[in-house]
């Protein structure tokens, strides 16, 4: 990995010799001078967010989406992927947008303006949050020794040393964001500089690495301060602003407004199955109708202008939302707690997924219902419970279904499957292989072309979609 640097403006040059400082005296007395902060928000924060964008929604969010029975690949290189045929190509420009688009920004962003706490603790973790997803997806990572000049050919660290070191990040994170006074920061993509936003961003994000180690009761405890309302949603909002060229328009709809029109969509995805009231096998019962959140997730592969759900030219995307920390609580409570705690979180997040709010207003007129379950419908012979299991079994297996449907189009779903195939398999959401010749599912994506051939740190060669990652074997 060869350290790349962004270009910085830099006026200290002129104060070498006595005359260039009789040339700058008075400089800092300029009222339209341009300052660290000014540098840092325009420059570096905004660029590097869109990044974040990319790395978190784009190329290899969809392929998770196929690998977890949410999206279908129907022609072109999409077809391929879908029947798990990959190359380290596909890899190179989200790994590039993290480790050359992100971490040499976000450092700086620190190292000139230290006492600048809420910029300090926004980009701690925006760096968290992207080298938990390299981790999250390929294993060992190259992360202690990057972005530092004297080093070359970073090494990779162990993937559970990363989480480790991740969470002390996040850690500093939210004793910076807890120092820090909410501004408003147009460059702040996100959350527009608002501090208790990011500070429970920060705890979410460190539940979910806890979760992807199987910590539950770290986990549970973290989740307890992580995002506790819709408002507080990391999410990718797109501008509309024609005369922007990059963030303008949701990023699945781009992509079937470009070139891969009729390559990717859900189709009769196992999730579209699972949500169909036609379906006989679906998820709606007595106290749940999924008509509207149906519709809502149907991603029309042969026209981008076809989609006004989640593929619509402007919907939001989120990436660390609501959702996801109060089901990781009710997971957590489920292992860690007890059943009532458990039940408790879930139907908190039905309360709100039955007021509509998660819809836009092209499906506000759809039937939807999410009643509150009780501890009968759990209990063996019970309407979630027909094979008569555990009840606290029975109530897991919904909340990570739950999860499964919740987390579409991020990378819970690939996550859970991975988590949860060795030791939980009476949890596992069963969405089957794509190809019927396949034997088992992939487990991690490939490392950077670009990256194996230039790290003499990097392995001899990628160990393969199928090798399992250190947290899940």
């Not at 009840?391 to 919904?398: E, I, K, N």
């Not at 779903?413 to 009476?426: G, I, Q, V, W």
Request: charged letters at 20%; proline letters at 5%.
């Amino acid at each position: 990995m060869k350290t790349i640097k962004s270009l910085i403006i830099i006026i200290g040059i002129l104060l070498l010799t006595p005359s260039c400082q009789k040339m700058v005296e008075g400089i800092n007395d300029n009222p339209n001078k341009i300052t660290p902060d000014d540098i840092l928000a325009k420059d570096f924060l905004t660029g590097t967010m869109l990044a974040n964008v990319d790395s978190e929604l784009g190329h290899l969010d969809r392929i998770a989406g196929m690998w977890s029975g949410q999206l279908i690949g129907f022609q072109s290189l999409y077809a391929n992927i879908y029947g798990y045929n990959i190359s380290t190509a596909e890899s190179v420009s989200p790994w590039h947008e993290i480790y050359v688009g992100m971490i040499p920004n976000l450092r700086y962003i620190r190292k000139s303006a230290p006492d600048d706490k809420l910029l300090v603790g926004i980009s701690e973790v925006l760096e968290a949050q992207s080298i938990g997803t390299a981790a999250s997806l390929f294993g060992d990572v190259p992360y202690s020794e990057i972005d530092d000049p004297a080093i070359a050919d970073p090494k990779f660290d162990p993937q559970k040393d990363v989480f480790n070191n991740l969470i002390g990040l996040l850690d500093a994170a939210i004793t910076d964001l807890n120092a820090a006074t909410s501004r408003s920061l147009a460059a702040d993509i996100y959350f527009n500089g608002n501090a208790s936003k990011w500070l429970a961003t920060a705890y979410t994000l460190k539940a979910r690495y806890y979760l992807d180690m199987k910590d539950y009761s770290n986990a549970y405890q973290a989740a307890q301060q992580g995002i506790s309302s819709a408002d507080g949603n990391m999410k990718f909002t797109p501008t509309g602003d024609p005369t922007i060229t990059s963030g303008n328009k949701n990023l699945f709809y781009e992509l079937l407004a470009g070139s891969r029109s009729g390559d990717i969509g859900t189709g009769n995805s196992f999730l579209m199955q699972l949500l169909d009231p036609a379906n006989t096998d679906s998820r709606n019962n007595a106290k749940t109708d999924e008509t509207a959140r149906f519709e809502y997730y149907k991603i029309d592969e042969t026209s981008a202008n076809a989609n006004k759900g989640v593929a619509s030219e402007f919907e939001p995307q989120k990436m660390v939302s609501f959702e996801e920390n109060t089901l990781i609580l009710a997971e957590c409570a489920a292992r860690t707690v007890d059943f009532n705690t458990a039940l408790g979180y879930l139907n908190q997040l039905r309360e709100y997924l039955n007021t509509g709010a998660f819809l836009n207003a092209n499906f506000a007129g759809e039937p939807y219902k999410y009643d509150d379950y009780v501890a009968d419908d759990f209990a063996v012979g019970g309407m979630l419970n027909t094979d008569g299991i555990d009840p606290t079994r029975a109530l897991l297996r919904q909340i990570i279904e739950e999860r499964y449907v919740s987390g579409f189009l991020t990378y819970i779903p690939f996550d859970d499957a991975r988590r949860l195939r060795k030791s939980d398999t009476d949890l596992e959401v069963p969405f089957p292989l794509n190809p019927s010749s396949a034997t088992k599912y992939p487990e991690r994506f490939p490392y950077s072309a670009d990256e194996l051939n230039s790290n003499s740190n990097a392995p001899a060669e990628d160990p393969g979609i199928y090798a399992v990652t250190p947290v899940n074997q």
